[in-house]
């Protein structure tokens, strides 16, 4: 194990910081890309062998001895969300479960421990929006790096996470005798185990061997937090998703049944803003003082963001739900020297699988309102009326979900990939062109599925009509997935409000 101090490291990884690793790979690593050109993990041969100068080695140890402490050297991939907003590529990997020999262990003696508790973060900016083979990660630059020492709270998750998969292999080597019948249980950890987790997972499913992960989202405020911390730290400790539940049955204890205008005075938020960006800030201002709850440090780790819900007198939707931090990236469909996207290598399949939606739920109350003419009675809802009733969490990762996403998408690719993709004119019942009011353009529509097609579909988005992309050379609006407003209701009147 080469031994370092934390000078030498500097000395070494702050001259590559703008390089590519093209240009950094002094002992030509991406020469074996030429006989093998779908080679993986040749960005951390690159920075293992060529920057540091020692050989790739498979032992279940850590890479690296800093200051007489052992550290586990990453390099992964980071990618620009929005300006100044990054996000890891995809999980990182850290070392094999070994099912053989799990239950030997326990967390502290664990081989997962051992290589997680320190990592040296080497960030190369994943410049590609598609996936490209080893060679062209030549022109990919190295961004940053980024000693990383797990907190208390973070070891506690990561134990009791581990813990989960230790005792569901245990448990199948009590049961089961014959290697058979094990073979037959051990895929469950990932379709069944990996979703009772909270910052690691398990990948490849088995018959693969799978390794220990630290789940996307995780790393993602990792990176995000050295680079351009956007992140407030809660004074909470949460050691999982309960301990938010139980911080939200308390909020509803104190809360359910005040009107908005009430709640917006307690917490200082504008009462001029409609009930969904009104809430959002107050679900935020509960567990923090940002603008959102995606953006509490220990909140992001569990993949939360907020989404109010408002429910119409009868219980049922009051409109569709838009996923902000959701866009369809069109860049998905592109085919690259005949390979294409696949479906599960995308960011829509990383922000269904990881993430959630909590939700505090309002109820409208509307008003009946007599006409002047006194002939005709009125309903109105008031905002600033609708009363608070407490919080539901929807897993955005269910199969029926991840199902409706997939077709939706598919069906996206087809249409621009085999040039059906279309732009209509907006008419009106008579045939006359519809205006946006605001800035009396051509109101248009694409034939993207819509909420009559599927449960998560497009619709535009932009600042007003003239924040349009190209696709295919026709100019459209940014478009985001949505969730159709009658299918929330339904699985949220499916759970009852946490605490009941």
């Known amino acids: 194990m080469p031994h370092y101090t934390t000078e030498q490291v500097y000395k070494i990884l702050i001259p590559i910081v703008g390089k590519t690793l093209a240009e950094v790979d002094k ?5 074996k890309t030429v006989t093998n050109p779908k080679v993986i993990g040749i960005a951390g041969d690159v920075i ?24 586990e050297l990453k390099t992964i991939g980071i990618q620009e969300k929005s300006r100044g907003v990054w996000k890891a590529k995809e999980p990182c990997s850290i070392t094999a479960v070994s099912i053989s020999t799990i239950e030997l262990e326990t967390f502290e003696t664990s081989k997962f421990w051992h290589k997680s508790q320190r990592i040296l973060f080497v960030y190369y900016h994943y410049l590609s929006k598609i996936t490209v083979k080893a060679a062209g990660y030549k022109v990919f630059p190295v961004k940053n790096f980024y000693f990383y020492n797990c907190s208390a709270e973070d070891k506690a998750i990561m134990a009791r996470d581990w813990q989960k998969v230790h005792d569901f292999i245990a448990e199948i080597h ?5 290697e058979e019948s094990r073979k037959e249980e051990y895929p469950n950890l990932s379709t069944v185990v990996n979703k009772q987790l909270e910052y690691l997972d398990t990948s490849p499913k088995y018959p693969n061997a ?3 992960r630290l789940r996307a989202r995780f790393v993602t405020v990792i990176v995000q937090s ?3 911390n956007i992140y407030e730290r ?5 050691l999982g998703i309960n301990d938010v539940e139980k911080e939200c049955m308390e909020y509803t204890r104190r809360y359910k049944g005040k009107i908005l205008n009430e709640l917006c005075r307690e917490f200082g ?6 009930c969904k960006q009104a809430g959002e800030k107050m679900i935020a201002m ?11 440090e220990q909140l992001a780790k569990f993949g939360l963001h907020g989404q109010t819900v408002v429910l119409n007198k009868n219980g049922g939707r009051t409109e569709d739900m838009k996923l902000s931090a959701c866009p369809l990236d069109f860049s998905d469909f592109e085919i690259v020297d005949g390979e294409e996207k696949e479906f599960e290598d995308t960011d829509v399949y990383s922000f269904f699988h990881d993430y959630r939606l909590l939700c505090p739920v309002f109820q409208e109350h509307p008003r009946m309102m007599v006409s002047p003419d006194g002939k005709t009675i009125n309903t109105q809802v008031v905002y600033g009326e609708n009363t608070f009733e407490g919080f539901k969490i929807l897993e955005l990762g269910s199969d029926e979900i991840m199902s409706s996403v997939r077709a939706s998408w598919e069906e996206a690719k087809r249409l621009v990939q085999t040039d059906e993709f279309a732009v209509t004119v907006v008419r009106k019942k008579d045939g006359s062109i519809r205006y946006t009011p605001k800035t009396g353009i051509q109101m248009t529509e694409t034939n993207l599925p819509k909420a009559l097609d599927n449960v998560i579909f497009f619709r535009g988005t932009g600042s007003d009509a003239t924040d349009k992309v190209t696709v295919n050379g026709l100019k459209i609006l940014r478009q985001n997935y949505w969730v159709k407003g009658t299918y929330v209701v339904e699985q949220l009147n499916k759970m009852r409000y946490i605490g009941e």
Do not use: C
């Not at 938020?269 to 409609?274: F, I, K, Q, Y």
């Open 27 to 31: 002992n030509r690593v991406f020469d």
């Open 48 to 71: 293992e062998q060529s920057v540091f100068g020692y050989k790739a080695n498979s032992k279940q140890i850590p890479d690296l001895n800093v200051d007489d402490e052992d550290v």
């Open 174 to 178: 009590r049961r089961y005798l014959d």
């Open 210 to 212: 799978p390794r220990f």
């Open 226 to 228: 050295s680079i351009n």
């Open 234 to 238: 809660s004074d909470r400790y949460y």
């Open 269 to 274: 938020v504008d009462n001029h803003l409609n």
């Open 286 to 296: 509960m567990f923090g003082e940002t603008k959102k709850i995606s953006q509490i």
